[in-house]
C-alpha cells in the first residue's frame, strides 16, 4: 500500500470513527481519559525511553536548541499530560448541550446544539505534549484525530498513541478515534492536505514556514497561528516592583514558546527608571537587547542597535527587542503594525488606559498587569489546548473543548408549517 493508500485509509477510519464518538457517552469518554491518565504514570519508563531515541537522533541532526527543549518529555511535561487528562476528564461534555433556546411568535423552539467538528487533523513540530493534548481534547469533544507530528518526535509520538489506544479500547471506544501516520514521509502531509472528503479541519501548530505551507496546500479549513510576536508595554503609572518581575517571566521561563515576550515597549516616564533595571536582571542572566535609539544609552553592555528587522520577529530565543515611545496610542500604534494577533500586554496603574488598551489592541489574548505567558489553554482554565488560533473565524485565542466543537441549529415544532 503507497502513501496516498495509506492516508484515504486513515481518512475513511477517522471518518467512521468520529461517527461513533458523536454518540458516545460523556462516561466512556471520561474513563478512557481517566485511563490514560493512569497509563502516563504507570509506563513512565517506556515514554521515556521511546523519547530518548527521538533526543539521540536531534543531537545526531545537531537540531537547535528550542526544538530541542521542545521535543524534551521532562518530568514537568509529562506530570502536566497527566493533570491534563484529569482535568479535561472532569469538565463538562459539551457535545449536545443546547445553546439559546428561544421561542418564535409562532410557537416554534430555535435553538443551537453543540456538535463535533468531526475529524481534526494536526500537523505540528517537536512537542510531543501537544499529540496527548490534542487527543484527549479531540476526544472529549467528540472528534476523531489525526496525528502527524514531525519526523524528529517519531518514536515518541508513536509511544503515546499506542498508550492512547490501550485507553479507548479499554473504555469501549473505537481506536481510530486517534491515528499517528505510521511513516515519517513528508509526502503523507501533502496527501493527508489532500483528504476533504474524510478531514474537517486541519490545525496546523508549530513554525511559520510549516504553517503557511499547511495554509497554501490544505483542501479543507485551516486554524492557524502564524506566529506569536508578543509584547508587552509598561505605561507612565506602571509599578516598577512588579514590572521586573513580569517582564523576566515573560521573556525567561519559556524563550522558546508561541506566548514568550519578543518586544518591551517601555513609556519614557519611566524608560530611565526601569531599563537599568532590567538590563541589569536579564543581561547576566543570558538575555540580549535589540534597542532603539532612545533606549540604548539604558540597556549598557547587553544591548545593540536596533534594525528594522528586529520589530515585529519572533526570536524564539533569549533576545527582546526593545523600544521607548511617547505615550499609550503610540504603542498601540506600534503593536498594530508590529503584532502578530497573538498575546499583547499593559503594565499599568491607570485603569482607563488598561480598559483602552483590552478594548483596543486586537489579539487572541490582552492581558492588564501580567505575563504573556498566559496565553495558554491550562493557565485559562481549558484544562488543555490544541493550539492557539489568531485567524479569528470560529475561534480566536488557545483552542480548547467547545472551540473543537460547533453549534448546528436545531427547531423543535407541533406541526408548524411556512405560510
Known amino acids: 500500500m503507497d502513501i496516498r493508500e495509506q492516508m484515504i485509509e486513515m481518512g475513511k477510519s477517522a471518518k467512521a470513527a468520529a461517527r461513533e464518538l458523536a454518540k458516545a457517552s460523556g462516561k466512556a469518554k471520561q474513563d478512557a481519559l481517566l485511563i490514560l491518565a493512569g497509563l502516563l504514570e504507570s509506563e513512565q519508563d517506556a515514554i521515556a ?38 482535568e ?25 446544539m453543540r456538535v463535533p467538528l468531526g475529524v481534526v487533523a494536526m500537523i505540528y513540530e517537536s512537542r510531543p505534549n501537544a499529540t496527548v493534548d490534542a487527543g484527549i481534547l479531540c476526544l472529549k469533544a467528540g472528534n476523531a484525530v489525526i496525528l502527524r507530528g514531525g519526523s524528529e518526535a517519531f518514536h515518541s509520538n508513536k509511544c503515546l498513541a499506542g498508550l492512547m489506544h490501550r485507553a479507548l479500547k479499554e473504555a469501549g471506544l473505537p481506536e481510530a478515534a486517534v491515528q499517528v501516520p505510521p511513516t515519517t514521509a513528508r509526502e503523507a502531509v501533502a496527501e493527508m492536505l489532500k483528504l476533504a ?32 510576536v508578543c509584547h508587552l508595554y509598561a505605561d507612565d503609572s506602571c509599578d516598577l516592583d512588579k514590572a521586573l518581575p513580569i517582564v523576566e517571566n515573560a521573556k525567561m521561563q519559556y524563550p522558546s514558546g508561541c506566548n514568550a515576550l519578543e518586544c518591551l515597549l517601555v513609556h519614557k516616564d519611566v524608560a530611565e ?131 473543537l466543537t460547533s453549534a448546528k441549529f436545531v427547531l423543535l415544532g407541533e406541526g408548524q408549517i411556512r405560510e
Open 49 to 86: 525511553e521511546a523519547n530518548k531515541l527521538d533526543l539521540d537522533a536531534a543531537a545526531e541532526r545537531g537540531l537547535d536548541k528550542a526544538r530541542v527543549q521542545r521535543l524534551t518529555i521532562s518530568e514537568k511535561v509529562l506530570a502536566s499530560m497527566i493533570q491534563g487528562c484529569r
Open 88 to 112: 479535561v476528564a472532569a469538565m463538562a461534555d459539551p457535545v449536545g448541550e443546547i445553546e439559546s433556546m428561544i421561542k418564535r411568535p409562532n410557537g416554534m423552539l430555535v435553538g443551537r
Open 197 to 228: 472528503d474524510y478531514i474537517d479541519v486541519v490545525i496546523p501548530r508549530g513554525g511559520e514556514g510549516l504553517i503557511r505551507a499547511v495554509t497554501e496546500q490544505a483542501t479543507m479549513p485551516v486554524l492557524k497561528h502564524y506566529k506569536g
Open 273 to 403: 527608571a526601569l531599563l537599568p533595571k532590567v538590563a541589569g536582571l536579564l543581561g547576566p542572566k543570558g538575555v540580549k537587547f535589540k534597542a532603539c535609539e532612545r533606549s540604548l544609552p539604558l540597556m549598557g553592555e547587553f544591548a545593540e542597535p536596533a534594525v528594522d528587522a528586529d520589530w515585529g520577529y519572533e526570536f524564539l530565543d533569549l533576545v527582546l527587542a526593545v523600544r521607548v515611545v511617547d505615550s499609550l496610542d503610540e504603542a498601540m500604534d506600534f503593536i498594530d503594525a508590529h503584532g502578530s494577533n497573538h498575546t499583547e500586554s499593559i503594565l499599568s496603574e491607570n485603569y482607563e488606559h488598561c480598559m483602552r488598551f483590552i478594548r483596543e489592541v486586537d489579539a487572541s489574548l490582552v492581558v492588564a498587569n501580567a505575563t504573556t505567558r498566559f496565553n495558554d489553554g491550562g493557565q485559562l482554565g481549558l484544562g488543555a489546548e490544541i493550539g492557539i488560533s489568531t485567524s479569528k473565524l470560529h475561534a480566536y485565542g488557545p483552542m480548547g473543548i467547545k472551540e
